[in-house]
């Protein structure tokens, strides 16, 4: 096999690892002799963001992409929660640095990561279980829940979290699908950048054009959500 071959057959392979295909069945009752047309039709969507196929997601970057856009992408990303010191205020710093040294309770010789092997492994058996009997447990101590979606995000869907909400027991949760969703704003921009629905100690943020990666697709809402969450208002 060809070196061509085997490099199209790669990104087939990472191809598929970070997209979803969708199928569209379309079927036609022909009216003289009953006879069904169906026509299948398929597509890669990007299960980050489904605005988006796949290789355009600007954070999960397919391995081997060289095409402008990617390049361009990637550049932006890279570069996101930067300044002009590199390592002052990106995400590995800024949890290595001021918040390690705020918490005081991190043993020196740790270094935060994205993602832990360890952790991982030790946390498998929870995936894709349910918790509305700890969130309701919470809701029950007074504790503030928030939960926030982005509209097109695959993995982690709106209409899911919405779902297992109403599952709840919480005493508050009728007057809480009662209530409208709130439009919010944020900077210089007139259009509506994503809504909340808040009662008591339960909060519901529906973050519009943005994905899996909401801080990364809608960074100005995201810290206006975060600032009212912990009550510290962003600068």
Same mark, same amino acid.
């Given at each position: 096999? @060809?070196?061509?071959?085997?490099?199209?057959?790669? =990104?087939?392979?990472?191809?598929?690892?970070?997209?979803?295909?969708?199928?569209?069945?379309?079927? #036609?009752?022909? /009216?003289?002799? !009953?006879?069904?047309?169906?026509?299948?039709?398929?597509?890669?969507?990007?299960?980050?963001?489904?605005?988006?196929?796949? @290789?355009?997601?600007?954070?999960?970057?397919?391995? +081997?992409?060289?095409?402008?856009?990617?390049?361009?992408?990637?550049? =932006?990303?890279?570069?996101?929660? &930067?300044?002009? &010191?590199?390592?002052?205020?990106?995400?590995? +710093?800024?949890?290595? +640095?001021?918040? =390690?040294? #705020?918490?005081?309770?991190?043993?020196?010789?740790?270094?935060?990561?994205?993602?832990?092997?360890?952790?991982?492994?030790?946390?498998? !058996?929870?995936?894709?279980?349910?918790?509305?009997?700890?969130?309701?447990?919470?809701? /029950?101590?007074?504790?503030?829940?928030?939960?926030? !979606?982005?509209?097109?995000?695959?993995?982690?869907?709106?209409? +899911?979290?919405?779902?297992?909400?109403? #599952?709840? =027991?919480?005493?508050?949760?009728?007057?809480?699908?009662?209530?409208?969703?709130?439009?919010?704003?944020?900077?210089?921009?007139?259009?509506?950048?994503?809504?909340?629905?808040?009662? #008591?100690?339960?909060?519901?943020?529906?973050?519009? @054009?943005? @994905?899996?990666?909401?801080?990364?697709?809608?960074?100005?809402?995201?810290?206006?959500?975060? /600032?009212?969450?912990?009550?510290?208002?962003?600068?």
């Amino acid at each position: 096999m @060809g070196q061509p071959a085997r490099f199209h057959r790669h =990104k087939e392979r990472q191809r598929r690892k970070t997209s979803l295909l969708i199928f569209v069945l379309i079927f #036609k009752l022909h /009216s003289s002799n !009953n006879i069904i047309y169906s026509a299948i039709s398929f597509f890669w969507q990007d299960v980050y963001n489904f605005m988006l196929d796949s @290789g355009m997601d600007p954070v999960a970057l397919p391995v +081997g992409s060289s095409s402008l856009m990617s390049s361009l992408q990637a550049m =932006k990303y890279s570069t996101y929660g &930067q300044d002009s &010191q590199p390592g002052s205020n990106t995400i590995d +710093g800024t949890m290595n +640095g001021v918040i =390690k040294q #705020k918490l005081k309770i991190i043993p020196k010789n740790f270094t935060w990561g994205e993602q832990s092997d360890s952790v991982y492994n030790a946390l498998v !058996n929870d995936f894709m279980k349910p918790k509305i009997d700890e969130i309701d447990e919470l809701l /029950s101590y007074g504790i503030n829940v928030t939960v926030y !979606n982005g509209q097109l995000d695959v993995i982690c869907s709106t209409n +899911g979290a919405e779902a297992w909400v109403q #599952k709840l =027991k919480w005493d508050g949760l009728r007057t809480f699908l009662s209530l409208p969703r709130q439009p919010l704003y944020c900077g210089a921009s007139k259009g509506t950048k994503a809504f909340v629905r808040s009662h #008591k100690n339960l909060h519901f943020y529906w973050i519009l @054009g943005a @994905g899996h990666y909401v801080p990364a697709d809608q960074p100005c809402i995201a810290l206006s959500m975060i /600032s009212s969450i912990t009550q510290s208002p962003a600068s």
